[in-house]
């Protein structure tokens, strides 16, 4: 097992106010501590999901786990290729190189938690997402930064027969 001693020695606080959210409904991402805040430890934000809505596709992280907590709502989790159902107060933590991905279960809505450690820069990732859905850029650049985000996009059988 290593050790990995995360770079930074001061807390850090991010105020709600001044957090940037990225996207509107149906999909909201908050950005709130990314890698280079926490030395390395993690990045974080808080997803806000419409009603049945997809938070993200199938995909991995060679490098980081994942951990979805659930604020509020109901969500279904991708994990290899089983589908868990996370209810309000659930947490679900995905190994680094197992498939995952996520999305408000039908008719309902999901505000969750979303920590990846050790942390990557994934800020930019998520106005990337937004310059793609305001037509700025092609979904295939995602292809282009698939490494530098660590996020590899795959194909489920498991999700597209649940989604």
């Known amino acids: 097992?290593?050790?990995?001693?995360?770079?930074?020695?001061?807390?850090?606080?991010?105020?709600?106010?001044?957090?940037?959210?990225?996207?509107?409904?149906p999909v909201a991402v908050k950005l709130l501590a990314d890698s280079s805040a926490t030395g390395g430890a993690l990045s974080t934000v808080r997803v806000t999901l419409g009603e049945g809505a997809d938070?993200?596709?199938?995909?991995?992280?060679?490098?980081?786990?994942?951990m979805f907590f659930l604020l509020d709502g109901a969500l279904d989790v991708l994990s290899g290729d089983d589908v868990v159902t996370a209810g309000r107060g659930d947490l679900v933590?995905?190994?680094?190189?197992?498939?995952?991905?996520?999305?408000?279960?039908p008719g309902s809505t999901a505000d969750l938690l979303i920590v990846i450690t050790p942390g990557?820069?994934?800020?930019e990732?998520?106005?990337?997402?937004?310059?793609?859905?305001?037509?700025?850029?092609?979904?295939?650049?995602l292809l282009e930064v698939q490494d530098?985000?660590?996020?590899?996009?795959?194909?489920?059988?498991?999700?597209?027969?649940?989604?």
């Open 1 to 25: 097992m290593s050790l990995f001693v995360p770079g930074f020695d001061e807390t850090v606080v991010v105020r709600d106010a001044d957090a940037e959210v990225v996207g509107a409904d």
């Open 55 to 66: 938070g993200a596709r199938p995909h991995l992280h060679r490098n980081s786990a994942e």
């Open 93 to 105: 933590v995905v190994p680094p190189g197992r498939p995952h991905a996520f999305a408000a279960v």
């Open 120 to 123: 990557v820069e994934r800020f």
């Open 125 to 141: 990732y998520f106005r990337h997402l937004r310059r793609i859905r305001l037509g700025e850029a092609g979904p295939e650049s």
């Open 148 to 163: 530098l985000y660590d996020n590899h996009f795959l194909r489920s059988p498991a999700w597209d027969a649940r989604r």
